[in-house]
């Protein structure tokens, strides 16, 4: 006589290939429009951040001005998608995955953003650099710019296509990020101490690797956001997975 | 229809102005429905509406919230004069004007009122004939007995209320067969088979589980591309989904009327806060 | 776990609340068994007494002369060769003709006592249609007027209260009213249509209050349904209430029908003959068939009762013609009930 189940609470719900596929049908009406306002915001801010890194590599001052023009947009479309949020959880007090859902875009908006700030940062030191002699320093600036991105973009599309498991495999690569922005922190500690007058350029350069670092942390948060808003399973502060790191 | 941008534009500066009527940020050249203006009501000495002002949009659905009591229903019924089956019943003051007339006015046949003015009831009420019958009663009422003329209409409204597909077999089946979602769109489709202006809906789902009380909803969706919906309900989700525009009554009086997102994510008087996040009432 | 030895939280336990259930539980079945004793006692006695008169036990089964003839005067005479006869009118006219007047020694004749009550059924059966007819239709119309049109204020509850009062009105008394009212004022005269109309008012009171009942009934949101689709106050008593209600004014027509057939009272002022030779249809003019009376089965019996002397003869007619009365009412009655099933079964909520 000891009854049947018993709630259990807590505890991994899987999310098997069937689940995901279902998932994938919530796109509709209001989550359509928040989805529609993340895509857009992020192929914005994946353009400006491509750009900022061509002014970059071209010193080319009018790109860096574009990418500072186009920010707005993208500042726009963060406080749209907020608003968009508070409207839809007050008026349709949605629950489970939809709930996630909405909660996830506020701050998933939130890491594009900042990583479009970043884009706007290095697109300004650029045209600083681009006034200024070439440092002799060789970096791998373009290399990590493609790294950050690639996880950006990456993100992104485990978030479209309803596959966290993508994202998921995605968190560890930021480690490479990390570790090139080391290397250049100490190369460029080398090329300050050596010549003096190169401390301006070199610190623009410092500056421009520590927001691809940052780019390549915000990115990570993305995918994270994307694991726990399918999966409800929260992979952030796990060492296992990475963790947050500095 | 407006994007979220424009009207989200609208709310932000609505914010530093204040509430405005809905009729402001119409699209111009829709115009109003159904005007109310100063209305007061009793149930013989019992007073219960003070002065309610407002402005019913044309084709969209508007949405009455309120605690029980607080006069929504009476008001819903003043638009079809259906208070006048009831004893003692007088609007001690005020006017409702529908499409220019005051309906309360001495040439107003309250036979043609109910025509343009079709009602759903909270508790449905099919009557106990076959679905075919209970549909075309209101043409029948009027006379019509044409086959083919009803036959048209049958299909028709029940297609409009999304119910032709699941009891286009059985249209001489009892309607007092069917489940209670069925039941409550075979209402909605008896009231539109008579083609009026305006559908009052008396919290249309309250005796209906989630999955009948969705199709409803999207049933509601539909209905408003072609008449003006005022729909009084408990279920603020309900009213957050379905309605455009919002007011909410306490005690007799109109506290707030305004746009659903307003009321919903910031609304102007401390009363409608409190009675959406359920501290009182 | 055994549950013989219940002594857990749900044991059964004595209560005073289950003592005072058990204790009315058998009050209320002994006075339904007392109803039903004194039923059966009434409806077995009659049975067996009238049964023996108007039921054989051969082909066809019942006593065809009993029911198709008039009623006769018996005379019981004994004859010279020392036989005892019954014989009726008829049978004793024709049996002096045949064998002469000296033939017949002792010679008693007993009013009524042969013959059979075929006028009778005919009058009774004639009187209950026509008075329910008229009872249902002003029944149905007050009932539906006072339910659904009026305004519901006090004076219309002082009416309604006035009309059930009427209900326990002493049946003698509709009897004088008739006679005072349609006899002498309308000048009818013991007629037909008089009893059809002291009946028909006499009966009015149930046929009303349960008719009220019966629409009251009827859901609220029938009427309101028809109405919010703009029809007006009859098209929805017409198509929505009345079909629903039916029923229930078809069960109080049948409480109608069995109290209008058994009246004496008022019928002895207004319409009954005590014997009348034509049957109701032979007449010269049609408007003698409304102004002429008519024999009925319960004045016969009264009659037959009351106003001839007693003896075994009077006796046995009595007893047949209660048992056809109550034969003739409980068809009636079944009609009534057949038609009320076959409503209900068209429409059912």
Known sequence: MTGGASPRGTGITTMDSDRLEHTRGIFRGPLLRLKDHLLMMASLTDRNLNMALQAFLNRDESKANLVESEDAVIDRLEMEIDELVVTYVSTHGPMAT????????????????????????????????SNMPEAPVNLEIAKMAGLALAMMRESIIAFVEVDPEAARTLVARDKEVDRLNKVHEEALHEAMMADPSQIAACLHLLFISRSLERVGDYSKNLAQDVVYLYTAQDIRHDANMGGQSG | MKTMSESQDQSRSRVSHGAMTPEESETPGLGTSIAVDNLEFAYGSKPALFDVSLAIPKGKVTAFIGPSGCGKSTLLRCFNRMNDLIEGTSITKGTIHISGVDINSPGVDVIELRKRVGMVFQKSNPFPKSIYENIVYGLRLQGIKNR???DEVVERSLRGSALWDEVKDRLDDSALGLSGGQMQRLCIARAIAVEPEIILMDEPCSALDPIATAKVEDLIAELK???????VTHNMQQAGRCSDVTAFFYLGKLIEFDLTEKIFTNPSKQQTEDYITGRFG | MSNGTANHIFASRLTPAKVREAVFRWALRIATYIVLAAATYIFVDIAWKGGREVLRTQFPFVNVSFLTEWPETLHIIKTRAGETLDLGDRAYRAYVEKNGEAEVTEHQTYVYAAGGIFPCIVGTVLLVTGSMTIAMVLGVMSAIYLSEYSNHGRAIQIIRLSI???AGVPSIVFGMFGYAFFVILFGWNVSLMAGWFTLAFMVLPI????????????????????????????????????????????????????RVAGETAPIMFTAAFVVRDELPWQVQKATDFFFNGVMALPYHIFVVSARVPQNEYTAKVQYAAAFVFLFLVMIIALASILLRIKVRGRYKW
Do not use: H
């Not at chain 3, 017409?238 to 039916?246: D, E, M, S, T």
């Open chain 1, 98 to 129: 939809a709930c996630r859902l909405a909660i996830m875009s506020s701050k998933m908006s939130e890491c594009i953003e900042s990583i479009a700030d970043q884009a706007v940062s290095i697109a300004r030191r650029a045209r600083q650099l």
């Open chain 2, 148 to 150: 083919k003329v009803l």
């Open chain 2, 225 to 231: 591309k072609q008449y003006t919906i005022v729909i």
């Open chain 3, 164 to 166: 059930m009062n009427l």
């Open chain 3, 207 to 258: 046929i009303i209050t349960a008719s009220e009942e019966s629409l009251r009934a009827v859901p609220k949101g029938f009427r309101e349904g028809s109405l919010a689709l703009g029809a007006t106050k009859w098209q929805t008593i017409r198509q929505n209430v009345l079909p629903y209600a039916l029923p229930g004014i078809l069960t109080s027509s049948v409480l109608g029908i069995a």
